[in-house]
Structure formats: C-alpha cells, structure tokens
C-alpha cells in the first residue's frame, strides 16, 4: 500500500496489546511511509496477568510501560491512556466524550478500531466485552458527532472543534474487506507483542499462531503475510 500524500492515523483499543495483535503490522509499515500514528488506549487492562502479586498500582504501570515500548516498536511516539477500569467499561455519554475529545484533539485522517460489525460470539476472547463496547462507543462518537458541533459544544471551551475523519479501519474483524502487506513488518509485530511480557505466557506458540493467521490473510492477496480490516469510508 502505498499513500499519496501523508497522513495521520489514530488507533484505539480496549485494551493495552489488542492493537498489536490486530494492526501492529500495518502500523509499521504506515510509519515507515512518512504516515503519523497515534494510539489511544480505552482500558487499564489490569486485570489479565499471568504474573502474581502485583498490585493494581503496579500492574496499570506495568502494562502502560509495556504498551509504550510495543509503540516505540513499530514507530509510534505518542500512547494516550484514558484509564478506564479493566472489564468495567460502560458506553456512557462520558467516555463517548473522552473518544471524542481525542479525536478531535488528534485530528487524524483515518481512524482505526475494533469492528462493532462482528457478533458471531464464537471465542470468549474476541469477544470480551470491553472490545465490543469500545468497538461501540469509537462508532457512535465517529458519527454522527466528532464532525458536527451539536455534539458536545463545549469542548469548543478548550479549543477543541469538530473534526470529520475520512475512513475507519476495523482491524479483527469478522468481515475483512482490506488487506495489507506486513511481509516487511511482521518481524516488528511480532517484537512489538513481545513487549507485553505481563500477557504472553508462551511466545513461541504466539508467534506461531500469529504467523500462520497473517499468512492466511496473506494468501488472499498472494502476498506471505497480511493483515485484514474492514474498511468504512465516509
Ligand atoms: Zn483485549
């Protein structure tokens, strides 16, 4: 893939490490073409550990550390955490506020997430609710309100104004209908996983699982590896 003119793409996620499973590759690749990517982390994720005795204090810096250096991995500077409790996200008017406010504050032209279109329920993982409510609540701020200054007029009090983004990425996603070439990044998406030590019990089946999934997507385009979203453009 390549882009004409450079952009700026923001990625939310419910969790710290979601996105690197869903996208660190394409993300790497979109730095290394000159492109801004930001990400915006909707939950501590402090409750999903293999590692005992940490403290919820610890294991929030933990795995905000962890997400920090995943970024720095595939070249992205700037991680933002709205620090919203792990397992408890509610879609409420306020953190449809905070994604919003992000978005406008970030101003990006594409913005990736996780897919609201998926509802097969058929893994326990892909399937947690904070994924679903994220997936949710990144939909509805996107539309009808991050553009149109009926929505939340006041942030306007912080010189933050509407902002209409250009397309949505879904990254695992049910219904793939985008494909990208991560044969050159795969080796930095999978170091970029590495980095979420408090999360992988064993990296070598990691890898492996990763692998065999990106040369799937892959084999639809003819390419080894790939990733797959579902693209919703304005
Ligand atoms: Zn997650």
Not at 24 to 32: D, E, R
Not at 126 to 136: L, M, P, Q, S
Not at 175 to 184: G, S
Not at 203 to 226: H, I, Q, S
Request: charged share 30%; net charge positive; glycine share 6%.
């Amino acid at each position: 893939m390549k882009l004409k003119q450079k952009k700026k793409f923001l990625v939310f996620s419910a969790h710290p490490d979601d996105l690197d499973f869903g996208c660190a590759g394409t993300v790497a690749q979109l730095t290394a073409e000159g492109n801004e990517v930001v990400y915006c982390i909707l939950t501590n994720g402090e409750k999903g550990t293999h590692k005992v005795k940490q403290t919820k204090k610890e294991m929030v810096a933990m795995r905000e550390r962890e997400q920090k250096a995943a970024g720095k991995v595939v070249g992205v500077q700037k991680v933002i955490f709205l620090r919203n409790t792990d397992g408890d996200l509610e879609h409420t008017k306020d953190v449809r506020k905070e994604v919003t406010r992000v978005i406008r504050r970030e101003r990006p032209d594409v913005v990736l997430s996780q897919d609201p279109g998926n509802n097969s329920f058929d893994s326990f993982g892909r399937f947690h609710r904070d994924h679903r409510i994220t997936a949710e609540i990144v939909f509805d701020a996107i539309y009808p309100g991050v553009g149109s200054d009926s929505f939340f007029p006041e942030l306007a009090q912080e010189d933050i104004f509407p902002h209409q983004i250009e397309e949505v990425w879904f990254y695992s996603s049910e219904k793939p209908n985008y494909f990208v070439n991560i044969t050159a990044t795969i080796a930095q998406k999978i170091a970029a996983l590495k980095s979420h030590e408090s999360q992988i019990k064993d990296m070598k089946d990691m890898e492996a699982r990763l692998r065999k999934r990106a040369r799937d997507f892959g084999k639809k385009k003819g390419w080894k590896y790939a990733e797959a979203f579902r693209r919703l453009t304005f």
